[in-house]
Antibody, heavy 119, light 107 residues
Framework: QVQLVESGGGLVKPGGSLRLSCAASGFTFSDYYMSWIRQAPGKGLEWVSY????????YYADSVKGRFTISRDNAKNSLYLQMNSLRAEDTAVYYC????????????WGQGTLVTVSS | SYVLTQPPSVSVAPGQTARITCGGNNIGSKSVHWYQQKPGQAPVLVVY???DRPSGIPERFSGSNSGNTATLTISRVEAGDEADYYCQVWDSSSDYVFGTGTKVTVL
């Protein structure tokens, strides 16, 4: 069955960096478009970044543009999010999610990894 | 930027029908998707492309979309339907947009 497993979350100081990973299994990862979506404690869902199946097309939310970098390794069935210059407002659970069709809906989600930015 | 507005909460008795609205400018021209999120869990897709259901989602979940409002309807509500629900669209200017979320309480 489809599985998305995030890792790499934790406590980091403001201005610090963190790299999240998402390991995919149970489907042909290279055929799928992927996104990172986050949810601050007690808040709603916020889309963060998108990468096409080949990695050639990438988008970011304005709130993370210039600080976060999305990437993928189709040979390793893995998605990544490099987060730099972290701020308190980046504190959230970060989910990776898949799309079979670009610019549509997220059919599978990981369980999420918590990122806490605090001094 | 494109904004999707949902009521903060909806309360419904077991066996009755819950309707959750999602308002957006000319949302009827977009494809709307709905997610269910229970406490401590990841969201789950319950309706996509306005009114289609993924496999495994009960027929009690249905959707519609017209004009400036999309609606998720949950028929014959059960205690297990208590959750937060989010609508979502893709907009060429705003990329992926989620609604503000609606907490459904089963009385």
């Amino acid at each position: 069955q489809v599985q998305l497993v995030e890792s790499g979350g934790g406590l980091v100081k403001p201005g610090g960096s963190l790299r999240l990973s998402c390991a995919a299994s149970g489907f042909t990862f290279s055929d799928y478009y992927m996104s990172w979506i986050r949810q601050a404690p007690g808040k709603g869902l916020e889309w963060v970044s998108y990468i096409s199946s080949s990695g050639s097309t990438i988008y970011y939310a304005d709130s993370v543009k210039g600080r976060f970098t999305i990437s993928r390794d189709n040979a390793k069935n893995s998605l990544y999010l490099q987060m730099n210059s972290l701020r308190a407002e980046d504190t959230a659970v970060y989910y990776c999610a898949s799309e079979a069709r670009p610019y549509s809906y997220f059919d599978y989600w990981g369980q999420g990894t918590l990122v806490t930015v605090s001094s | 930027s494109y904004v999707l507005t949902q009521p903060p909460s909806v309360s419904v008795a077991p066996g009755q029908t819950a309707r959750i609205t999602c308002g957006g400018n000319n949302i009827g021209s977009k494809s709307v998707h709905w997610y269910q999120q229970k406490p401590g869990q990841a969201p789950v897709l319950v309706v996509y492309d306005d009114s289609d259901r993924p496999s495994g989602i009960p027929e009690r979940f249905s959707g519609s979309n017209s004009g400036n409002t999309a609606t998720l309807t949950i028929s014959r509500v059960e205690a297990g339907d208590e959750a937060d629900y989010y609508c979502q669209v893709w907009d060429s200017s705003s990329d992926y947009v989620f609604g503000t979320g609606t907490k459904v309480t089963v009385l």
